[in-house]
Structure formats: C-alpha cells, structure tokens
C-alpha cells in the first residue's frame, strides 16, 4: 500500500528527528495532561490576570509547558503583601499553583500508593537512560434525571478503569499510553427521522445526490444536553454476550466498552519546536476553554502528527495531521466504506504582550491518499485545493482576542465552511453561506481566588460542519463518500448542532487548594432535525442541494421563523474536591433543563419548503415540553 508505505517512512523520519535533536527533556516533559484538568483553567485565568506571558491557542498541552508557566507565575509574584497589586496571587491561589506543579513533577521512586502508581528509573543500553510510572485511575459517573410529565426517570453511568504507563527514554524522548475498560448506560429516545437533503431534490439521481433518511435521537436523557461524551472506541457488548454478532454502537442499555490513547513526542532546536504523534484529545484556537469552533475538546480523539514551532513569545505555528474515525452506528462495514477521510489543521498565532492575540488557519477534511500537500505543514490547505481540484472540505478559521491584564477581555471567533464571494452581502440569507461565529468576554473576579465570569454567544449557521457526499476517483465504483466536519459521528467544532445558537453565561471558582466550583446557565436554541416540521441543514448528517442554492426558497435563512425549534433553558451548579490527603476525589452538579418548541403552520411551513409536507416522516408525537431535574455524582480514585 502507498499510503502505509509513506506513513510508515514519514514516522520513521519523526523519530529520527527527536533523536538528533534537543538535550533539554527531562521525566516525561513532553506527555500531555488531558484537557478535562482543572489546571487548564488555572492557567487560562492566570494569563488574563497577565500572571504569566501568553500561552498557545493549541492544547493539550504537556507537562513541561505546564510546570514552566506555573514557574514562571510563581517567581515574578512579590512575596510581600504590600507590593501586591490587583490581580496577583493569594496564598491560597500560590499553594493551588505549588500543589499543580508537584502534581505534575517527578516523584520519588518505587510504589506511591497515595497516586496509584509506581515510579521507576533505570540505566538501559549503552547507557540510555529509561524512566517514568504505571498505575491505574478509577473514574464512576453516575447521572439521574427526573422528568415531569409521563416521561419518567431515567438513570445513566459512565465508569472506567484506566491503566497508563507514561515515561522517558534517554533525554530526548517522552511516551504515554493508556488502556481503559469501562461500563456504561446512556439511554436515549428514538424521535423520528431527518431527511438528509433539501425538500425538492429529486430521489434516485445518478450523481450521488440522493436524500436519506436517518434515524434521529434524543440527547442522552440522565444527563444534561450535550455535555455527555463518548469514551469508547469501536463498539461496545452487554455484559455476558461479547460475540461480533453482538456488537453495539451505543449504550441504551447496561454495556460494556474499551478505549486506547497513545502518544509520542519530544522537543527540538532547543524546546522552540514540539513534535507529537499520538491518539489524543486535542482543542485548539479556544478563546475560553471549551469554546473552539474549530477543533473543540468534545471532538473525538484521533490519531495524527503534531508540530507546535513558537520561536518567539509573540509567534508560534501549528500543524496537525490525523486519520479520522468512522461513525459505527450503521455496523462496522458498511460506514466505513463510505467515510475514509483525514484531517489537516494549520494555525498561527500573534500575541502583543497580553494585551492583544490573534490566530488564523486553515483545515481540510480530505479522503484517504498519497497527497503530500496537506500533510505538508507549509502549504495552506485553502489554497492547496485550488492547486488540485474541488474534491474535499476546506474551511478558514479566525480568533481575535483583546484585554486588560488583571480585569479581562473580550473575543470573537469565526469558522467558515463554505462562502460564496458574489453573495456575500447575503451571508445571513442564503444557505449556501455555511459559518459559525462566537462573541464572548471574560471578566477576572477580585479576591475570590481564582475566580471569573464568562458570557458567550455562539451563532452555527445552517448546513455548517457539514458536506455533500461526491464520488471520488481515489474510490472509483463504491458509494460516494462522506466529508463532514465530523469523526465518529461527532462534530470536531462546536458541541452543537447546525442551525443553533447558544448564549452561556459561566462563573468559576477555585478557593482552596483541592476544591473548586461553578455555576452555569444556556439558553439553547435548535432546528428540529425529526418530525413533520423540520428544519433542513439542521443535522450534521445534512447535504446542501448543489443545484439552484441561490434561488430555491427552502435553502434560504429563516432562523425560528421556518419549522419548529427546540428552546432549551439549562442552569446548573457543580463542584469538585478532594478528600484531605486520600487520593479520593469526588465531583457532581445538578440543576434544571426546561425544553420547549416553537412551531409554525403547515401553511407557512408549507411557504418555506414546497412540497416538503409531502415528503417529511411523520413525528412519533408532538414537539413536546418537558421539565428535567439532574443530579450527577462522581468519583475519582488516583487521579
């Protein structure tokens, strides 16, 4: 196989680098720290507050990152109280930060039972030195909501055990990889239907541009709207009957699953350069963590290949270059055939000090092949498919930041899809139009340790993350294959839907140094994806209709105005902390999800959509009204 041929070369070329270069990796410098760490947002505050200089718009990032920009917190701070100044630490915050950074520095060898873990270092061959830790982490959680009405109960558990052995080889060289089993229950609802295409396009046309229609679910209904992420790689079995026969691809009742993350990675040219390799979790170009438009934290994890080169304070770039996975829920053959795509992502980034930051870049979803311009990192991957033809998504991304260090800042965002130049005048009108903006600010609390408010709006414009399907001529006699913005069936932007929009408002707190806290409120609003009024380009599985995107009226912007549109009103509150000196950690939230439709008549519906009343699957009820009440526990042991 080409392909396998090349990557398998190109790794071998990777590791030789990390070799050659760099004496300045000390015990698994260069493993990541998963983005779900408080200290993400530890650091995120601190660089508003203007505690520590900038840091990169491209997570996660490791544990050598992180110990040098704590450091650096740390020794610029006055120790003397009355050279404090707004903004600086308390001493509750400095001991969170002490107590961050010997989390993530090396410990002493042999068993540490308070950590799950033993530590080890020995002298290899020819002297390479080989050091780091295995151990285990337990993760339970468990959800339960309570629904007025005839909707019931419902009870959802995500638990894991996860073994990890993470550690160095020589001075040059960091690994990490974990395996985790885990059970798991996410019942969901079956809705209805969604028609994949637009109302008037023709079925069983000879050019690939045939509607379909897809089953439609609910969110998961123990847990509150879209924060329950799938852990599981492949499939997942009931427990007693592990057989192929037997393979799932979502929880609905009690299950059982597996998952695998990998990495390698290292720094060169004096730690200026990070290479990386590895099935990860990843954000990138997030103005408040969680908020990316581009590559989100609720994106599954893949594998690809990773250059981070920042030379300068005010400069870094980023590449990335992955393969994605597959969405199983139409069994393990037949989705693949049709979804066989890779994932290149570039950004760069400015910064003024704290007081200014700017990031752009490109991304394209392209199929599987010998193509060296994407992977490439210096080559733009908008303008590289103009050097080879129409044939794959490619989209443009911008963040633009300002603040005031030690009271906050404000941002916006912007990820388009596709445009069209000529029409741009249009761009809230014309479906063909397909971006997503956000607007936030964040504003650093006083006296509160670590404390911040942040308010958001996001807008995801109909047909947004999503593509039409196309024969392509790498797979010339198979179906024609999917390019969504998508891996493993979930979006690698926003956590919500096509045709959304979404204000957040958050405050966050971390007054001791093992407690932290937050309070939460959306208001979410959604084209309906089921039932006889639904919403086109309101689903990720959504294909614009390629002829007549200007004229048709069905693939105009009607936002609220044209079907029927989920209203969702979610406030929560939550917490977390650790139990003294045991390496017990418990974590939960609850609160209130009140969801409501809006609804226009079949004679207006009819106006926006001809012949769409036709055409639509009826809804298995009504657009209903529902009241939930949520109550998440977890618990967390070594970890």
């Known amino acids: 196989m080409i392909i396998g041929d090349f990557m398998r070369r190109f790794g071998f070329v990777w590791i030789f680098a990390l070799a050659l270069c760099g004496r300045n990796i000390f015990s698994q410098t260069h493993v990541s720290v998963p983005l779900g760490h408080p200290v993400y947002y530890i650091l995120s505050l601190a660089e508003a507050r203007g505690l520590c200089p900038p840091l990169p718009a491209t997570k996660p990032y490791t544990r050598g990152k992180i110990i040098e920009a704590i450091n650096e917190i740390l020794y610029a701070e006055p120790s003397s109280n009355n050279e404090r100044r707004f903004g600086s630490l308390s001493d509750n915050e400095r001991k969170i930060l002490e107590e961050a950074r010997a989390e993530f520095s090396k410990g002493e060898t042999g068993l540490d039972l308070s950590k799950g873990k033993y530590v080890f270092s020995v002298e290899g061959k020819s002297g390479i030195h080989f050091s780091g830790d295995f151990g285990i982490v337990l993760e339970s959680l468990n959800s339960a909501a309570f629904y007025t009405g005839d909707s019931g109960s419902s009870f959802g558990t995500d638990t894991w055990g996860t073994l990890f052995l993470k550690g160095d080889v020589g001075e040059r060289f960091s690994f990490g990889m974990d395996f985790s089993a885990g059970v798991m229950r996410a019942q969901r609802d079956y809705l209805g239907q969604y028609d994949t295409f637009a109302s008037e396009l023709k079925e069983n046309v000879p050019n ?100 981070l080169f920042n030379p300068l304070p005010w400069f870094s770039f980023s590449s990335l270059t992955g393969v994605l ?92 899809d596709e445009m069209e130049v000529s029409s741009a005048t249009k761009a809230f009108d014309l479906d063909r139009h397909m971006f997503a903006f956000q607007a936030g600010l964040q504003g650093a609390i006083p006296i509160i340790p670590f404390a911040s408010f942040t308010a958001s709006y996001t807008k995801i414009e109909p ?67 089921y039932g006889p009024h639904q919403v086109d380009g309101s689903s990720l599985v959504s294909e614009l209709d390629p002829d007549g995107r200007s004229d048709k009226t069905s693939l105009k912007k009607y936002f609220l105005e044209d079907g029927a549109y989920q209203w969702m009103h979610i406030m929560k509150i939550g917490a977390d902390h650790r139990l003294g000196s045991l390496p017990i950690t418990i974590f939960g939230e609850t609160g209130i999800v009140y969801s409501y439709f809006t609804d226009i008549s079949n004679e207006e519906y009819n106006s926006f959509h001809p012949q769409g009343s036709s055409r639509r699957t009826a809804a298995l009820g009504e657009y209903l009204t529902s009241t939930a009440y949520i109550l998440t526990v977890g618990l967390r042991i070594f970890k």
């Not at 954000?283 to 893949?302: C, D, K, Y």
């Open 325 to 416: 996975e597959f969405d199983n829920a139409g069994g393990i053959m037949d989705p693949s055939l049709t979804f066989q795509n890779a994932f290149s992502l570039q950004q760069v980034e400015f910064n003024y000090k704290n007081y200014f930051h700017i990031d752009f870049g490109s991304s394209a979803i392209w199929a599987k092949r010998f193509e060296l311009g994407y992977i490439f990192p210096l080559i733009d991957n908008f303008f590289y498919q103009n050097f080879i033809g129409n044939l794959d998504n490619v989209a443009i991304n911008l963040n633009a930041r300002a603040r005031y260090p030690g009271l906050g800042g404000i941002w916006f965002s912007v990820f388009v």
């Open 463 to 529: 047909y947004n993350y999503t593509h039409v399907r196309q024969y392509l001529p790498w797979y010339s006699g198979s179906a024609p294959m999917e390019k969504a913005y998508v891996s493993n069936g979930v979006s690698l932007g926003y956590y919500l839907p096509p045709n959304s929009d979404e204000i957040k408002l958050r405050f966050e707190v971390r007054p001791l140094p093992k407690t932290g806290g937050f309070w939460q409120y959306q208001l979410i609003r959604h084209g309906a994806d």
């Open 208 to 307: 690939g541009d045939v509607n379909r229609r897809i089953d439609v679910y609910s969110q998961p209904k123990a847990f509150f709207p879209y924060s329950y992420q799938k852990r599981w790689d492949g499939f997942m079995f009931h427990p007693g009957n592990i057989t192929a026969s037997s393979m799932e691809s979502w929880p609905e009742g009690f299950s059982i699953a597996a998952s695998m993350l990998g990495e390698m990675s290292g720094s060169v040219l004096s730690d200026t350069l990070l290479l990386r390799a590895g099935r990860l979790q990843r954000e990138w170009g997030a103005m408040s963590p969680g908020n990316s438009l581009v590559l989100n934290a609720q994106a599954r994890p893949f594998v690809g290949v990773e250059a």
